[in-house]
Nanobody
Framework: QVQLVESGGGLVQAGDSLRLSCAVS????????MGWFRQAPEKERAFVAA????????SYADSVKGRFTISRDSAKNTVYLQMNSLKPEDTAVYYC??????????????????WGQGTQVTVSS
């Protein structure tokens, strides 16, 4: 059974940085694309970033380009989201997700099969 467990969220001030981690169980982590999504209060879940199985390809939502970086460590079965220059509008619950199909670069949540429980990120002004 595949499990995804996020960590690293918290309360920070605008301009600060956070690094989210997502630990993934299972032996096929190195062969699957991963993504990060977020959901703010009263808003729909939105794409943040995605990374291919090899780590060689990434994609980002326009709102986070240049500030966020997605990466992965296959030895640790973990995907990361480094978030710099945080803004109040980045406040949301952040979810990591795993695909069973190849990397597409699209932010379509329906392409992701497995999801974590989420971690709260709150950015104060």
């Amino acid at each position: 059974q595949v499990q995804l467990v996020e960590s690293g969220g918290g309360l920070v001030q605008a301009g600060d940085s956070l690094r989210l981690s997502c630990a993934v169980s299972g032996r096929t982590f190195s062969r699957t694309s991963m993504g990060w999504f977020r959901q703010a209060p009263e808003k729909e879940r939105a794409f943040v970033a995605a990374i291919s199985a090899s780590g060689g390809s990434t994609s980002y939502a326009d709102s986070v380009k240049g500030r966020f970086t997605i990466s992965r460590d296959s030895a640790k079965n973990t995907v990361y989201l480094q978030m710099n220059s945080l803004k109040p509008e980045d406040t949301a619950v952040y979810y990591c997700a795993r695909k069973t199909t190849p990397f597409s670069g699209r932010g379509d949540s329906t392409e992701y099969v497995y999801w974590g429980q989420g971690t709260q990120v709150t950015v104060s002004s």
